[in-house]
């Protein structure tokens, strides 16, 4: 094993600390609505925290308080809207970074600092935070064509709370991708200063599990807009149908299972061993799977015809 391996395992910097967090929370969200109704004391701002759209307004009985924060769930589109611009930027400086040798700029370099990247150690490949870093752009770029032009949003809400997560989240991400760049001084060190020969087997893997991925989550969500849409493509109604075809045969919301496995993509183009993206797949499992078990049981309880087979997340365990 290399010498910075195992520092590495070890070392917990801002990054980590943020997204074991962020894991620890939402497992134990899940964990708590895995409890029976009635073992434990009700708490409708937390209810209201992790509800969203659908599983919202199919809760408990929501305060005044509450409601005077909601905002439509269609501003789910800002998110993109930033992840596109702002991740596109980070793009943009890696890409003058890695071509034209042109460093980071010194506030960047600065933050990327103090969220815990190192200077060169003999680790990361440039070529994969590269590839994870593209990889991140075109996800958020389809996800927001797919808002703008595919998605069929109801009258569903979110807590302003949520919102503002959703922005911040998208801007930590890109760090976190960028801040695993191996950094010479404020530019990217290259290993033999030829990009290309940095390539491997899993980023071939990575790449092919990504578009896999993006595909059926893009399939997914056609589905769920033709749900309220006729033969001609006319929008006819806002109601929640119960959805089948392709990953729906097997969970209730096939689109988050999609979201998780794009994540896992960007791991193994890291090359498996990179402990920090590790943390964010773990933080997205659990997020994830806490909304499609919220989702899970909307649809249960609202169609006695729903597919008993069906599970949740995970097909045929969760």
Known sequence: MAPWAGAELSTLNPLRVLWLALAAAFLLSLLLQLVPAGLLPGCPLFQDLIRYGKTKCAGPQRPAVCRAFDIPKRY??????????????????????????????NW???????????????????????????????????????????????????????????????????????????????????????????????????????????AHQYKCHVILSNLRKNKTGVVIHCNHRIPFGDWFEYVSSPNYLAELMIYISMAVTFGFHNITWWLVVTYVFFSQALAAFLSHKFYKSKFVSYPKHRKAFLPFLF
């Open 76 to 105: 789910f589109s800002h998110f993109y809207i930033i992840s596109v611009v702002w991740n596109g930027f980070l793009l943009w400086c890696l890409i003058q970074s890695l071509f034209l040798g042109a460093p980071f700029p």
């Open 108 to 214: 960047l370099h600065g933050v990327l600092r103090i969220l815990g990247a190192a200077q060169f150690q003999g680790g990361e490949l440039a070529l994969s935070a590269f590839l994870v870093m593209a990889f991140l752009w075109l996800h958020s770029l389809r996800r927001l064509l797919e808002c703008f032009y595919v998605s069929v949003f109801s009258n569903g809400v979110i807590h302003i709370v949520q919102y503002w997560f959703g922005l911040a989240y998208y801007i930590i991400v890109g760090l976190t991708v960028l801040s695993q760049v191996p950094l010479d001084g404020q530019n990217v060190y290259v290993i033999g200063k030829n990009l290309l020969m940095q390539a491997r087997w899993f980023h071939i893997l990575g790449m092919m599990m990504f578009i896999w991925s993006s």
